[in-house]
């Protein structure tokens, strides 16, 4: 998707298997650099 690593930020990503973690998966996946952040601290 992208040519050079970005870093990337997701937001929602707190629960497992939810939309912000599939998202943040694919994205590293491709070689990127990628922030989480959510709601609930200790799943992260």
Avoid: H, T
């Amino acid at each position: 998707m992208f040519e050079k690593q970005k870093n990337i930020l997701v937001m929602g990503a707190s629960k497992p298997g939810n939309m912000g973690q599939i998202i943040a998966n694919a994205f590293i996946d491709q070689g990127n650099n990628v922030i989480i952040s959510g709601r609930s601290n200790q799943k992260l």
